[in-house]
């Protein structure tokens, strides 16, 4: 299977030797056990739960066909654990492998992947800053799969600015109680696993987000009773039908405090990195499987005829193949960059991590969506029908702009903290990054888009948040840039990339230079 190759040479290629406890041959084995068990089981119902969608039958979520069955068997073969320590019942395999697994997951069907995949960061949260007897207690109920969790901070008034959570826990004679309403909450019920540890911000005390506190609220008490938590009503989505996304009321629900009052902030920022790099690779995922329809379908489809007369496959048309390549490049570069960053943040370079983040989530959802919306222009009115699953495809991909973060604010967090926090040390880390690709050869193409994309640095500190999206657009294109320059250097022999490298080089540098362009002025619409 070409993605999965590609997979693994991309996180190789982006330096994965240098993680601690590597192993490429195991987690190449691991990658194609979980994608023979993906192929097999998950990716079948991904269509039809797409159509069905989940109930919401009597205050519970019901999940379509298949899915609760598909799920435990996803958990009786371990993978829920598979990021867990191995003294808590996981396999210890590293975040590096838990990408390989989560793309694939992602591509097989999202809509589960939502549902499960929030329990390996609430596993690395709760290792971070729960107590020891805490972990003992949620920890190993992750990793087997007997509970799923949630993330619950989004309300109907705190989107984006959780200064304005207005969730509140009070503590008594009995501990911490929660009251208070929770939207789009992923997972918020289902009926897949016993029980569901929710994790919940809760304002303990007036500081805007400093008053903020961590707590874990599980649906189901130790005593058998459910807990004060219900689900209102789920959302009615354009995409990901199959996946619950729930309005949460808490009602005197019982909680225990996570880590250190007023600290739920900075808790919940230590996952911030690994989830915004697996939503990247959420959209990587779909533009992987909307390129490979595609790429089936026009090496297929006779239309027209050659320049000779004899009959022609799409694939031969230069504007299909245009595109074909276009996609391909474009799903490449942005799953090397996010692997980049993968590494980055393994291997301690701190700096380079966090300013490699926000590109990598904004470039991931991107050209999920892009890649989808091309590959149906390539199968033209065929693309637009469910048949091919395109339209499914494109719906599902779209939400990766928009959650963890909306693309907007990263690109403002890119132009803000990435270019003046700690006097400008994750912009210097990127710009080191760049200048060991182009290896000091002072004629090369890199150092020349390097110092136009310090010219721009130096605009945007000026005027970040106008520049922000154009310094956004810049950065990626430069690092895209230094991708295919590697490529073109260091892999002479694979004919398929070399045969994208023109392409992609030229649209890096055009995407660069677009940036530099004055941002234009908002003029008053002509009255008519």
Not at 120 to 146: D, N
Not at 483 to 502: I, K, S
Request: glycine residues 10%.
């Amino acid at each position: 299977m070409a993605t999965l190759d590609d997979s693994i040479w991309s996180l190789e290629f982006a330096g994965a030797a240098r993680i601690p406890g590597w192993d490429g041959a195991l987690a190449r084995e691991v990658q194609q056990h979980f994608a023979a068990f993906a192929e097999g089981r998950i990716a079948p119902l991904d269509g039809p739960g797409d159509l069905q969608g989940c109930r919401f039958d009597k205050g519970r979520v019901v999940l379509p066909d298949g899915f609760a069955d598909a799920y435990r068997e996803l958990a009786e073969g371990g993978w829920q654990g598979l990021s867990a320590p191995a003294e808590f019942g996981g396999q210890a395999q590293g975040p590096a492998v838990q990408a390989l697994v989560s793309e694939i997951f992602s591509g097989a069907c999202h809509a589960l992947q939502m549902v499960t995949g929030l329990a390996p960061g609430a596993v690395r949260l709760l290792r971070m800053v729960a107590s020891p007897e805490q972990q003992a207690r949620f920890i190993p109920e992750l990793a087997s799969g007997a509970w799923l969790a949630t993330m619950c901070l989004t309300e109907p008034e705190a989107g984006s600015d959780l200064s304005r959570i207005r969730t509140c826990a009070r503590q008594g004679a009995d501990g911490w109680q929660i009251d208070g309403e929770k939207i789009f909450i992923s997972g918020g019920d289902q009926d897949a696993s016993g029980n569901i540890l929710h994790l919940v911000l809760a304002r303990t005390g007036p500081e805007r987000t400093r008053g903020l506190s961590l707590f874990a609220c599980p649906a189901i008490l130790p005593d058998g009773q459910r807990n004060g938590v219900r689900v209102a009503r789920i959302e009615h989505k354009m995409g990901l039908h199959a996946s619950p996304t729930c309005h949460m009321v808490f009602d005197a629900c019982q909680a225990e405090l996570i880590g250190e009052p007023g600290q739920g902030l900075a808790a919940m920022f230590l996952l911030m990195n690994h989830a915004r790099l697996d939503v990247g690779l959420q959209g990587v995922a779909h533009a992987a499987r909307a390129h490979a329809i595609a790429q089936a379908h026009a090496v297929e489809r006779v239309q027209g005829r050659d320049a000779d007369g004899r009959p022609a496959r799409l694939a031969d048309h230069p504007d299909v193949a245009r595109m074909l390549a276009e996609m391909d490049s474009r799903t490449l570069a942005a799953r090397a960059l996010i692997h980049t960053a993968l590494v980055a943040l393994e291997t301690g370079q701190d700096a380079l991590a966090e300013f490699l983040t926000p590109m990598a989530k904004v470039t991931g959802s991107d050209t999920g969506t892009a890649v989808a919306d091309t590959a149906i222009q390539v199968l033209g009115g065929y693309g637009y029908l469910q048949e091919y699953r395109l339209e499914q495809t494109y719906r599902d991909a779209r939400i990766c702009a928009i959650y963890e973060g909306a693309n907007g604010i990263h690109a403002l967090t890119l132009a803000t903290r990435g270019l003046s926090h700690a006097g400008g040390a994750q912009a210097a880390a990127f710009a080191r990054h760049i200048e060991s690709v182009a290896q000091d050869q002072p004629n090369d193409l890199l150092q020349t888009a390097l110092h136009d994309w310090q010219s721009l640095a130096d605009q945007v500190r000026a005027a970040p948040a106008e520049m922000a999206h154009a310094f956004m657009q810049g950065s990626i294109a430069l690092m895209n840039l230094a991708f295919w320059q590697r490529v073109a250097r260091e892999c002479p022999d694979d004919a398929r990339l070399q045969a994208l490298v023109p392409m992609a080089r030229h649209r890096a540098v055009q995407r660069l230079k677009a940036s530099l362009q004055p941002v234009p002025q908002a003029r008053e619409p002509a009255l008519c």
